[in-house]
C-alpha cells in the first residue's frame, strides 16, 4: 500500500478512535508510593498504580460509566505486606470541583479486592468531586491489590494531561496523597503512526522534486 494511503488511513482511524470511538482515558503519569512521608502515620503503605486498558467486564458502577461519551481516570491500589487495611478510597481531579463527576465505577477483575459499593459524589468538601469506592466489611488488606476504579467526567471539560489528581485513603484515620495524570497512551497511538507516516511521505516527496 502507498504510504501516502497508509498514513491518511492510520490518521483518520486514530481521529475517529480518539473523538469518535470513545472520550479520553487518563491515568497516572507514575506510580504513586505511599509511605512514611505522606501517609499520616496511618500505617498504609503501598502504591496507586497507573492503569493503561478501559477493556473488560464492568463491576459496581454509578451514574454515567459509557467510555464512548466520558473522559475516564482509571487506577487501581496495591497494598504492601505489612500494610495497614484501607476501608474506603475517594480519588478525582483536583481542580474538578465546577466540573463535577458523572460516574464512578470499578472491573470485575478476578481474584482481586473490588469495592463493596461505588458513588460518584459531584462535591466533596475535602477534595472536591470524587468517585467514592467503599471496601467495608472487605477491607483491602496487605498484599492485595483492588479491582481497576475509575471516575467519569464530561469529555474535555475536566480532566487535561497535568492535572492533580487528589487520592483520600480511610484507614482509621484519613489522609490525602497527589498525583499527576496523563492520557492512556494508547488512545494516541494510531494518531501518532499516522502523521509519523504522512511526515515520511512528505520527506520522499519533497527529495524527488530536487
Known amino acids: 500500500m502507498p504510504l501516502r494511503l497508509l498514513g491518511a488511513g492510520l490518521l ?55 467510555f464512548a461519551l466520558t473522559d475516564v481516570l482509571i487506577v487501581d491500589v496495591t497494598l504492601n505486606a505489612g500494610s495497614a487495611s484501607v476501608g474506603g478510597i475517594e480519588f478525582g481531579d ?58 467519569t467526567y464530561s469529555p474535555g471539560l475536566v480532566l487535561n494531561a497535568g492535572d492533580t489528581a487528589n487520592f483520600m485513603i480511610s484507614s482509621g484515620a484519613n489522609f490525602t496523597v497527589q498525583g499527576i495524570i496523563v492520557p492512556e497512551p494508547g488512545t494516541f497511538l494510531l494518531l501518532g503512526g499516522g502523521l509519523a507516516v504522512l511526515g515520511a511521505r512528505g520527506v520522499r516527496t519533497r527529495r524527488r522534486v530536487r
Not at 483518520?12 to 505511599?34: C, K, N, Y
Not at 477483575?109 to 458513588?119: E, F, K, T
Open 12 to 66: 483518520a482511524l486514530g481521529l475517529f478512535t480518539a473523538s469518535e470511538a470513545r472520550a479520553l482515558a487518563f491515568t497516572l503519569q507514575s506510580p504513586l508510593v505511599i509511605d512514611g512521608t505522606n501517609n499520616a502515620g496511618s500505617g498504609v503503605f503501598g502504591t496507586i498504580n497507573p492503569v493503561l486498558t478501559t477493556a473488560g467486564a464492568l463491576g459496581l458502577t454509578s451514574g454515567n460509566t459509557n
Open 94 to 151: 483536583s481542580g474538578a470541583i465546577f466540573g463535577e463527576p458523572v460516574g464512578a465505577g470499578s472491573f470485575a477483575d478476578v481474584g482481586d479486592q473490588a469495592p463493596s459499593a461505588v458513588l460518584h459524589v459531584p462535591f466533596d468538601f475535602i477534595i472536591g468531586g470524587v468517585g467514592q469506592f467503599t471496601f467495608l466489611p472487605n477491607q483491602l488488606d496487605a498484599n492485595e491489590t483492588s479491582v481497576r476504579l475509575f471516575v
